[in-house]
């Protein structure tokens, strides 16, 4: 426990001082900023379009200025660009330790290699879910700036369980890129990882297998593509919890076994 807490103050450290912590922060809050924005267009179109800020089939594809709408753009940021930003996130902390060269120093510390990769996941979620508070917190702010109709305070409820829910579905996946950003000894494979998952997410959600491709399950629990009772089943929770599994024990396995020597 001790090597632990030490190992934990290492990597909070790491990320506190690091440029990719302000990066992410500024990264995802653009989503509730846009919001705000196209929410102030839609308020009142005509004047938006007169100023050529956003024409008729632009209004008809966002929605209307209503808190539903903004929740909505909200809960997609996080499930898709949270993929993005959090797996970003994850090539950087398990990336950068070949990058500096300092992967080989798992060979000489006192602390255990599963202890070290621990602390990396346990930081890498509290940041990722932290950034999720972000979003939701300054997407609330912005909207009520913007004075947006449709409030309702069973409409937040809800839009916090479709935000929050797809944060946590989408942190359990990243331990598949902490293995990739070991296996390619990097950054490049692990995002090269994950945009090929969003491809292939886009694709079974579009076929109609999204509630058994784990990648597919955070965006449609978002609401992203309908109501979440008609998209998803109590298989795909077990899914998606099966996947993380499998993801944490090849990660902590090839973190343990492989040769940081080289």
Do not use: C
């Not at 060979?107 to 979620?125: E, Q």
């Not at 972000?134 to 809800?158: E, R, T, Y």
């Amino acid at each position: 426990m001790k090597n632990l807490k030490a190992a934990l103050w290492v990597e909070t450290l790491k990320a506190r001082r690091s440029k990719i912590f302000l990066g992410s922060a500024a990264g995802l809050s653009l989503a509730p900023i846009m919001g705000g924005l196209f929410m102030i267009i839609l308020k009142d179109p005509e004047a938006a379009r007169s100023m050529g800020l956003i024409s008729l089939k632009a209004q008809l594809t966002v929605g209307t200025a209503e808190w539903a709408s903004m929740f909505d753009m909200l809960s997609q940021a996080v499930a898709i660009g949270g993929m993005v930003v959090f797996s970003m996130i994850a090539a950087w902390s398990f990336g950068r330790e070949f990058s500096d060269q300092t992967a080989k120093t798992f060979l000489a510390v006192p602390t255990s290699r599963s202890t070290i990769v621990a602390a990396k996941l346990v930081v890498l979620s509290v940041w990722s879910f932290g950034l999720t508070i972000l979003v939701l917190g300054l997407g609330l702010l912005v909207g009520f700036l913007v004075d947006i109709p449709g409030w309702s305070v069973s409409l937040l409820q809800a839009s916090i369980v479709n935000i929050i829910g797809a944060s946590i579905l989408t942190i359990l996946l990243l331990p598949f890129v902490a293995l990739m950003a070991g296996l390619g000894r990097g950054y490049l494979l692990p995002m090269g990882w994950t945009f090929l998952m969003l491809i292939f997410a886009q694709v079974f959600a579009v076929i109609g297998w999204g509630e058994i491709f784990p990648w597919s399950i955070p965006a449609l629990f978002s609401g992203a593509a309908g109501l979440r009772s008609d998209m998803l089943g109590p298989h795909s929770y077990v899914i998606i919890s099966v996947s993380s599994l499998i993801g944490l024990v090849l990660t902590f396995r090839w973190w343990n076994h492989a040769d940081h020597a080289k």
